[in-house]
Each structure stands twice: as C-alpha cells, then as structure tokens.
C-alpha cells in the first residue's frame, strides 16, 4: 500500500512541474513553448503586427543592464541566451538626422586652393574627422561636397573650354593595425569631368560631387580624410577651386557586427 500512494506523489508531482510555465495544445517538437497571441491591423495596409506573450525573465533590461526596450538574441559559445549589441543603434554617428531635418555644412570656412599650371591636386585635405569604433563594425561614409572653379591667377571666369577631372575621395590617416594609411590608399572615390566654354556664362556656378562607400572595420581610433581631386594639364589654365562655397553635408555612422 506504501508502495502505491509513494508512486502516486511521484506521478502527482510530474504532472505539476510539466505544465509550468508552457502553454501548447498542438506540440510539433519535444520541447514546444507557446502563448497568447495578439494580432493589431497596421492602418493602411493588408498588414498585422502579431505579439507573441512568452517571456524569459533573464533577459529583462535589469538582468541585462540595458535600458533599450528592444535588443537583439545571441546565443553565447555556452549556449546561454544573451542580449547582444543593438544592430539598430549605431556606434558612431557624424551629422545625424535630426527633428528640423536640417543638415550642418561640414566645410566652414570655405577651402581654397591654388593650382600651379599642369598640376594634379591629389592629396588635398578639405577636412578631417576622427571617430572610435568600440567593436567591429560595417561603417557608412557618405559626403556631398560643393566646388567653384575660376582661373588661379586673378579668380576671373575660365574660359579656355578645356575637359578636367574633378572629384572627391577619402583615405585614412590614422587608424588601426592592419587598415592601410598609404596615400594612395584611397577609397569612396567620386571622380567626374569639368567642362568650361569659352564665354563668360558657361565657366561659372557651384558644381557638387558625391563620395560614398562601406568598409567593415575593427574596433579602433581613425582619422577620415576627405580629399579632393583635380587634374590639370600644361595647356590649361590653372585653377582656383574654393571647396565649400555651397551646402556640404557628411555622413559617418557605425553599426556594430559583434
């Protein structure tokens, strides 16, 4: 009779702790978690937003130490669930969108540079930006930059009706062990032609170049370097370039990949 009522507790207490906690009618796997859902119609579209209620108590923001209502699941080499870094929430962000939706001009003062005749200006630095990845990260450069033209000598109208190149690129001039500072190390290159007429009409006016790319990077300390490009040959008549005279907007935001 002992033997009978032991076995009972026995079956009585295994019956208790399987439901704990899960709510399933229709298990399809040996552990299968379910719960109430809810379903809100999106206005306007065809579309619902359905909210599962299962919940992990050691993932809440005061496990966790975070304070961000939505972060993303890892699993660590243990097979611990964990809150990993926010993939939405960048590390590094130069110029952000901000509630007026207006932007700052990165370039001020404008920059002026003096050509020699037959030079190439390849290494001039329109301005700088330093910035810290904290972890491994894909990081978005992105710069539209305004430009002038007019002759070297006196800052009259060109009018010789030659064809330049013309453009912005970046280059880093510091940054961590393993990304190249060489010179000619240049990416995001954004390289156009410049045409005059031989009139007074044509040669003048803002022109407007855009330089964009995306580099995974380590965690480190940089030194982005915004450069302009400008080729002139030994026929045509040296330019000043004034960088900056117009609107001049930049980009860099870092999203964490570890």
Known sequence: MKKVLIFGIFIFNISVFSQVGVSTT????????????????????????????IRVDGLNNT????????RPVS????????????????????DPINTSNTEKDY?????????TSGSTTTN???RSFNFTLTSPSLVKFSTVTSFQFLRASDGGVVTDGS???????????????????????YFGESIRAYNNAVNTTDATGTFYTASDDTLSLPAGTYTLDV???AATNATQTPLRIICGSGTDTISIVAFPVQ
């Open 107 to 115: 370039i001020l003062p404008a920059v002026t540079i003096n050509q």
């Open 124 to 126: 001039a630095v329109i």
């Open 163 to 185: 064809n330049r190149a013309w453009g912005t690129r970046f280059r880093f001039s510091a940054a961590p062990a393993g990304i190249s500072t060489a010179a000619n190390a």
């Open 75 to 94: 699993v660590s080499d243990k097979g611990d669930l964990v809150l990993s870094n926010a993939l939405v929430k960048p590390l590094v962000i130069i």
């Open 26 to 53: 229709t298990p399809q796997k040996a552990l299968h978690i379910s719960g109430t859902t809810s379903s809100t119609a999106i206005t306007g579209t065809s579309v619902n937003i359905v909210r599962p209620t």
């Open 63 to 70: 496990n966790q130490s975070t304070t961000d209502k939505l």
């Open 227 to 229: 450069n302009l490009f």
